[in-house]
């Protein structure tokens, strides 16, 4: 089908930000070409401060000249706008409030815990793992009802929003572990979440987009050591 | 067709009130199920066990949780007088800025409230700098939403309610002075007939939240 417009999409971002991570993905998936633009986020471009005054960030989705910011809101911007692709989001109304109940629940609740344990050391450490923990118990639950009566299937090639995110958190779990000396992807633990998060980092475009593990080893160390030496300042 | 529509709330909560003013653009029919929230129900706590908070909306049987979801499933299922708007930009601009609002203005006011005397100022101007930068993006509109309120003027109203109640928390971080543009939108949105039908009385508002406000400070 030939487009009535001509298409132009760029995406400002880090190749190490999970955020960006998220908008990659779903670009790949929907098969929508588009032009990286690597931003170092010590010295930021006058173009990203232009695209995102707000908030200074990446990612920043460009299309035909217009900027989109924050993730979650350039996922579903995707998903609506280009509709020949996978959808990002399930049809029935009911079904995507729950998607979008879960992925704000990931984002929220377990995203800034992970952080806190990243950036934390001792006691303080010790009780942002304790609430991780206590969320991905949560998430375990809410995948069994999420689930129910249907197979979620994960086929290798498509993922929703709430898989991507998922995905953007955890996908690098092996280097978390390295880094932090703790496992939060534990079969024995949240059976359900691990047999996901493994079956997600198998999909086509996670892996065609994942950084080597070396390389995610190093940032999750870099950025340890800045907020420990911040914090000790 | 009366289909099986409820909502749990409370009267004192901007959230629950978003989707009672959604409820009402639409013309909605709907059971309101008033908590307290000092002593939230069984019925909640089963349909909301995650963050146990107001608002839930149950229809047909199956709940919903967090405000901004709840809207965005009551416009695509009642899909007259849409509150969302038609283009996907538009739609993306206005979720922008409604977790702008959710996720940066809402904390920067609460940081005012409980800064300690050293870090008042500071977290003022945060939050005036903040609320400067929702009152651009009204840019000669009447509304967020245009000639009519949409999806970012249901948001926003936890600024109107803002500078309703902001005398009884003896601040005022809303100065008219200061927002004359946010000022005139607030008045254009209290002065909307279903948000009028749905913003609790003034007087209750203050009461309530004076006294929320003084339990939560402790005695002095």
């Not at chain 1, 979008?100 to 629940?105: H, L």
């Not at chain 1, 979620?152 to 779990?173: K, N, P, Q, R, W």
């Not at chain 1, 080597?212 to 907020?227: D, G, M, N, S, T």
């Amino acid at each position: 089908m030939k487009m009535a417009k001509e298409n132009n999409v760029k995406l400002h971002g880090m190749w190490a930000s999970p955020y960006v991570k998220r908008v990659e993905i779903a670009l790949k998936i929907k098969g929508i070409p588009y032009e990286f633009v690597e931003e170092d986020l010590v010295n930021k471009s006058q173009l990203l401060l232009q695209y995102n005054p707000v908030h200074k960030k990446v990612p920043v989705l460009i299309h035909n000249g217009k900027p989109i910011c924050e993730s979650l809101v350039i996922l579903e911007y995707i998903d609506e706008t280009w509709k020949n692709g996978p959808p990002l989001l399930p049809q029935d109304p009911y079904k995507r409030a729950k998607v979008r109940f879960w992925t704000s629940f990931v984002e929220k609740e377990l995203f800034e815990n992970l952080l806190l344990v990243a950036r934390s050391e001792g006691e303080a450490q010790e009780k942002a793992i304790k609430v991780v923990f206590e969320k991905l118990q949560l998430l375990e639950e809410g995948l069994k009802d999420l689930f129910q009566g249907e197979t979620y299937h994960i086929d290798g090639e498509t993922m929703g929003i709430l898989d991507i995110v998922l995905c953007s958190l955890f996908g690098a779990h092996e280097a978390q572990e390295e880094v932090l000396g703790v496992k939060f992807i534990d079969p024995e633990k949240f059976p359900l979440v691990c047999s996901w998060v493994t079956a997600l980092t198998e999909v086509t475009a996670v892996k065609e987009l994942r950084p080597p593990h070396e390389k995610l080893v190093a940032v999750l160390q870099f950025i340890r050591q800045r907020a420990l030496q911040a914090s000790a300042a | 067709m009366a289909e099986e529509v409820k909502l749990f709330g409370s009267w004192a909560s901007p959230y629950t009130s978003r989707v009672k003013v959604v409820l009402k653009l639409k013309g909605i029919e709907y059971e309101n199920v008033e908590e307290d929230l000092s002593n939230k129900s069984p019925l909640l706590l089963k349909y909301n066990p995650i963050h146990k908070k107001v608002p839930v909306f149950l229809h047909h049987g199956k709940p919903i949780a967090e405000s901004l979801i709840i809207i965005e499933y009551i416009d695509e299922t009642w899909k007259h007088n849409p509150i969302l708007p038609i283009d996907p930009y538009d739609r993306a601009m206005a979720r922008f800025w409604a977790k702008f609002i959710d996720e940066k203005i809402q904390p920067a006011v609460w940081k005012t409230l409980l800064a300690g005397e050293n870090e008042r100022e500071a977290a003022i101007e945060e939050a005036h700098q903040l609320l400067k930068t929702l009152e651009r993006e009204l840019n000669g509109k009447k509304f967020f939403g245009g000639e009519s309120l949409g999806f970012l003027d249901v948001a926003g109203n936890v600024v109107v309610w803002l500078e309703v109640s902001q005398e009884a928390l003896g601040m005022n971080l809303l100065d008219k002075e200061k927002f004359p543009i946010l000022h005139e939108w607030c008045q254009r949105v209290l002065d909307d007939d279903a948000f009028k039908q749905v913003m609790p009385p003034k007087e209750k508002l203050l009461a309530f939240t004076r006294a929320r406000f003084e339990a939560f400070l402790g005695p002095k």
